[in-house]
């Protein structure tokens, strides 16, 4: 009671108040040997925020396409990835935790979206809050719900026994790197940079899931730099085009 309280008291704020979530990373990977993480949740706002937790996975077919099938449908003895809790009441500056636990099959790698969406609590939806509670936080809210953003990360699930064979194939116009294992692999900090280590586009990050390839073109007098991730081993590659 004390808690429902404070929380409720942090809901007396100016006009503009609105929570600012920051989930952290966008990507989580669960090796071989992990079934469980822990996912924090920070509220950067002036606002509590009352958080929805929702959890899909993502299907691949064999052309590419991805189908989103969510986990909050089945039973839950069902669901192949658990999000607890699935609401949460991040107050402002302050963090929550969210568990994940995979109890599933790892004949191979599974994927996953997990959605947090700050919303407008209702009776009855889960947060515990009385109609006047919740017609209360209503009114503080209602110059900034407008911003009120969903935010995204994606789960990776990797196989009981993830496999990596990946190389750099140099061709003259271009290099490619094809993901023969049975694990995403992850090109980190890819940077591409004239000689001098000017001129350099924007750093990026790129997934390569089992059986795909990532090619880029090969341009004379550019120097390109990445760190390749095969599950907890990496390793450093440093080319000119």
């Known amino acids: 009671?004390?808690?429902l309280i404070y929380l409720l008291s942090l809901m007396i704020l100016p006009a503009q108040a609105a929570?600012?979530?920051?989930?952290?990373?966008?990507?989580?990977?669960l090796d071989g040997g992990r079934?469980?993480?822990l996912k924090r949740i920070y509220n950067g706002g002036d606002s509590t925020a009352f958080v929805k937790v929702m959890v899909a996975e993502l299907v691949y077919a064999a052309?590419?396409?991805?189908?989103?099938?969510?986990?909050?449908?089945?039973?839950?003895d069902q669901r192949s990835l658990v999000a607890s809790p699935a609401r949460l009441i991040v107050p402002a500056n302050g963090m929550q935790q969210v568990r994940l636990l995979f109890r599933g099959e790892r004949n191979k790698e599974r994927y996953y979206r997990?959605?947090?969406?700050?919303v407008l609590p209702e009776v009855n939806d889960g947060f515990g809050l009385t109609s006047e509670e919740a017609e209360q936080y209503d009114a503080s809210l209602?110059?900034?719900?407008n911003i009120l953003a969903g935010y995204g990360a994606v789960v990776f699930v990797r196989p009981a026994q993830p496999q990596y064979a990946t190389e750099?194939?140099?061709?003259?116009?271009?290099?490619?790197?094809?993901?023969?294992?049975?694990?995403?692999?992850v090109l980190d900090h890819f940077n591409d940079c004239d000689l001098n280590g000017n001129d350099c586009a924007p750093p990026t990050k790129h997934h390569v899931r089992p059986t795909k390839s990532l090619e880029f073109e090969r341009k004379p007098g550019r120097n390109y730099r990445f760190v390749l991730?095969?599950?907890?081993?990496q390793r450093s590659f440093d080319f000119n085009g």
Do not use: C, W
């Open 35 to 37: 079934s469980t993480a």
């Open 229 to 233: 991730e095969e599950g907890t081993q």
């Open 63 to 76: 052309d590419g396409t991805v189908t989103e099938v969510a986990m909050d449908g089945q039973p839950s």
């Open 142 to 145: 209602k110059a900034g719900v």
């Open 1 to 3: 009671m004390k808690y």
């Open 114 to 118: 997990l959605r947090f969406i700050p």
């Open 19 to 29: 929570p600012e979530l920051n989930i952290g990373a966008l990507y989580e990977y």
């Open 168 to 185: 750099v194939v140099h061709e003259p116009k271009r290099f490619v790197i094809p993901n023969k294992g049975n694990s995403t692999i």
